[in-house]
């Protein structure tokens, strides 16, 4: 066998075509496999090479060629080859400068994957958000869901600016939302979620140079375009619902410029929002977190009445964007266990005396029967730490079903516990809760009190709701009280409590006599804790 024969056999290991061109690219040798059956090896000689790859790929292989010396070895270079109607080949070559066949270059080509499509004129459009993530739970969620679904996030910055194009942008834009589906796990899969922002089910088993086809299509327009394509597995800790609430966070995090900004990826969000769901879950389970505790009053007396026990997070400027993703994750139900835990835990320890708590119970809670279960059977053997104990039931996260809500916390009204609407206004269903739950207090948004010195409105709604109240004989507490102004007005309209930082702001440790006030207010308004009325 001759010593060729061998040579050839050991490049062909390693390669499909052989090339060899001159400094200019023009293919003066050509041997193995084409990129396609109708393309031989031997058809590409006297062709040029930058003529028969994609625009992206030739300026990329122009600096390698230009940089290669002789004797010295290029790194893999990613390619498309043309591969006859608006098709391309992705291929992973690399160059060698033989010093003999200077000022020649020798070729490997290696095909990664059959030819495909640029794009599929008669493809659908992109989804929009919302359909796409109905899509996805349509396809994750069903019998025969591949395990080999995954998310791809697609962000094709450049893309924006070709609406400056006119007609060829707009030709772009629908190429690229083509491309896309066609790409997709089933043709239809696609959705587009910003201006250059795209998220789409695929098969991650099917090797296809997204980034790659996006750059091509906008050279092919005369814009370049920078792609960044990321695969996000669909799986986690095997529950394909987590993954599905957590997309759907992360998605809507992003587009309404929370979840870190509009400038963070969706696939930096979505592995992010897994990994904090991750977090809190250990954080409920190990009890992890701090409970503050702020003073509501009885505006007559000065006295307190109660404190609200509220969550603080290690490492968090506030608790309000981590309670909507555990709302949004449904993991909010073993949190508000744990705050009634803690809760009870500090009313139990020497020295609370006559001290009353108030915690906050997600509109998700009540959706079965497990948190009013598990707060039942933490009293159980203490049935007079109830009268101590207060349920705020934040409208956050709307009830779905009012009805067997009410059910849920009669039982606990039985069983001595009050019950109270919080943030009353904030939400569209604030007076459907009133109407259809049985509670002992209303508590009344702080955005109406901000405003009552001076909008004479906020007085009146204010003073209708308590009237309200009072005849339902429910009780009113109004939030955000900073000035003696504020106090002395909702006192007059007949409110009964205040929340506020002209009492207290929230503390580590429950302060049952209060320093505000000039001093002989303060003096008037030191009292004893009081009860329940």
């Given at each position: 066998?001759?010593?060729?024969?061998?040579?050839?056999?050991?490049?062909?290991?390693?390669?499909?075509?052989?090339?060899?061109?001159?400094?200019?690219?023009?293919?003066?040798?050509?041997?193995?496999?084409?990129?396609?059956?109708?393309?031989?090896?031997?058809?590409?000689?006297?062709?040029?090479?930058?003529?028969?790859?994609?625009?992206?790929?030739?300026?990329?292989?122009?600096?390698?060629?230009?940089?290669?010396?002789?004797?010295?070895?290029?790194?893999?270079?990613?390619?498309?080859?043309?591969?006859?109607?608006?098709?391309?080949?992705?291929?992973?070559?690399?160059?060698?400068?033989?010093?003999?066949?200077?000022?020649?270059?020798?070729?490997?080509?290696?095909?990664?994957?059959?030819?495909?499509?640029?794009?599929?004129?008669?493809?659908?459009?992109?989804?929009?958000?919302?359909?796409?993530?109905?899509?996805?739970?349509?396809?994750?969620?069903?019998?025969?869901?591949?395990?080999?679904?995954?998310?791809?996030?697609?962000?094709?910055?450049?893309?924006?600016?070709?609406?400056?194009?006119?007609?060829?942008?707009?030709?772009?834009?629908?190429?690229?939302?083509?491309?896309?589906?066609?790409?997709?796990?089933?043709?239809?899969?696609?959705?587009?979620?910003?201006?250059?922002?795209?998220?789409?089910?695929?098969?991650?088993?099917?090797?296809?140079?997204?980034?790659?086809?996006?750059?091509?299509?906008?050279?092919?327009?005369?814009?370049?375009?920078?792609?960044?394509?990321?695969?996000?597995?669909?799986?986690?800790?095997?529950?394909?619902?987590n993954t599905l609430r957590?997309?759907r966070f992360a998605v809507?995090?992003?587009?309404?410029?929370?979840?870190?900004?509009?400038?963070?990826?969706?696939?930096?969000?979505?592995?992010?929002?897994?990994?904090?769901?991750?977090?809190?879950?250990?954080?409920?389970?190990?009890?992890?977190?701090?409970?503050?505790?702020?003073?509501?009053?009885?505006?007559?007396?000065?006295?307190?009445?109660?404190?609200?026990?509220?969550?603080?997070?290690?490492?968090?400027?506030?608790?309000?964007?981590?309670?909507?993703?555990?709302?949004?994750?449904?993991?909010?139900?073993?949190?508000?266990?744990?705050?009634?835990?803690?809760?009870?835990?500090?009313?139990?320890?020497?020295?609370?005396?006559?001290?009353?708590?108030?915690?906050?119970?997600?509109?998700?809670?009540?959706?079965?029967?497990?948190?009013?279960?598990?707060?039942?059977?933490?009293?159980?053997?203490?049935?007079?730490?109830?009268?101590?104990?207060?349920?705020?039931?934040?409208?956050?996260?709307?009830?779905?079903?009012?009805?067997?809500?009410?059910?849920?916390?009669?039982?606990?009204?039985?069983?001595?516990?009050?019950?109270?609407?919080?943030?009353?206004?904030?939400?569209?269903?604030?007076?459907?809760?009133?109407?259809?739950?049985?509670?002992?207090?209303?508590?009344?948004?702080?955005?109406?009190?901000?405003?009552?010195?001076?909008?004479?409105?906020?007085?009146?709604?204010?003073?209708?709701?308590?009237?309200?109240?009072?005849?339902?004989?429910?009780?009113?507490?109004?939030?955000?009280?900073?000035?003696?102004?504020?106090?002395?007005?909702?006192?007059?309209?007949?409110?009964?409590?205040?929340?506020?930082?002209?009492?207290?702001?929230?503390?580590?440790?429950?302060?049952?006599?209060?320093a505000y006030g000039e001093?002989?207010?303060?003096?008037?308004?030191?009292?004893?804790?009081?009860?329940?009325?």
């Amino acid at each position: 066998m001759s010593i060729r024969k061998r040579l050839l056999g050991l490049a062909f290991a390693s390669s499909d075509l052989l090339l060899e061109i001159d400094r200019d690219g023009r293919i003066t040798f050509g041997l193995g496999s084409g990129p396609s059956a109708q393309t031989s090896a031997e058809s590409l000689i006297g062709s040029s090479l930058f003529d028969g790859i994609g625009k992206a790929s030739a300026k990329l292989l122009e600096r390698v060629v230009a940089d290669l010396a002789a004797g010295s070895r290029s790194a893999p270079v990613e390619v498309l080859f043309r591969s006859g109607d608006d098709r391309v080949r992705r291929a992973t070559i690399r160059l060698f400068g033989l010093p003999d066949l200077a000022p020649n270059i020798s070729i490997s080509v290696a095909w990664e994957g059959p030819a495909y499509a640029l794009h599929d004129p008669h493809a659908r459009p992109a989804l929009t958000p919302g359909a796409f993530l109905d899509r996805a739970r349509d396809l994750l969620t069903a019998p025969d869901a591949s395990a080999d679904m995954t998310v791809a996030f697609v962000d094709v910055v450049g893309l924006a600016a070709a609406e400056g194009l006119g007609e060829a942008g707009q030709r772009l834009t629908a190429r690229v939302e083509a491309a896309l589906q066609a790409a997709s796990i089933d043709g239809a899969s696609a959705g587009k979620l910003g201006p250059e922002r795209f998220a789409m089910l695929r098969d991650r088993t099917i090797a296809h140079d997204l980034a790659g086809e996006m750059r091509e299509l906008g050279l092919s327009e005369g814009l370049t375009l920078d792609v960044a394509a990321t695969d996000v597995g669909t799986e986690t800790g095997g529950n394909t619902l987590n993954t599905l609430r957590a997309l759907r966070f992360a998605v809507e995090g992003c587009l309404n410029g929370g979840a870190g900004g509009p400038e963070l990826s969706f696939t930096a969000s979505l592995s992010r929002t897994l990994k904090d769901a991750d977090a809190f879950r250990a954080m409920a389970r190990d009890r992890s977190f701090d409970l503050h505790y702020q003073p509501i009053v009885d505006l007559k007396t000065g006295g307190v009445h109660h404190f609200e026990a509220l969550a603080r997070f290690k490492g968090s400027a506030g608790p309000a964007d981590t309670i909507r993703m555990a709302e949004e994750l449904a993991l909010i139900d073993a949190f508000d266990i744990a705050v009634a835990e803690k809760a009870l835990s500090r009313l139990r320890r020497p020295g609370a005396g006559l001290m009353k708590f108030a915690v906050n119970v997600s509109g998700a809670s009540l959706a079965d029967d497990r948190y009013v279960q598990a707060v039942l059977r933490m009293t159980a053997s203490k049935p007079d730490e109830r009268r101590r104990l207060i349920v705020e039931v934040t409208e956050s996260a709307a009830l779905a079903d009012i009805e067997s809500a009410n059910r849920r916390l009669g039982a606990l009204r039985a069983a001595g516990i009050r019950v109270c609407i919080d943030d009353f206004g904030a939400g569209s269903a604030s007076y459907d809760y009133l109407r259809g739950l049985s509670v002992d207090t209303v508590k009344i948004d702080g955005r109406f009190v901000e405003g009552i010195q001076t909008d004479s409105r906020a007085r009146t709604m204010i003073g209708h709701l308590v009237d309200l109240c009072r005849s339902m004989k429910v009780e009113t507490i109004a939030e955000m009280i900073e000035t003696e102004d504020v106090a002395d007005i909702l006192r007059d309209l007949g409110v009964n409590q205040g929340q506020g930082w002209l009492f207290g702001k929230a503390e580590a440790e429950p302060r049952t006599v209060l320093a505000y006030g000039e001093p002989a207010a303060a003096v008037r308004r030191v009292g004893a804790v009081f009860g329940w009325g």
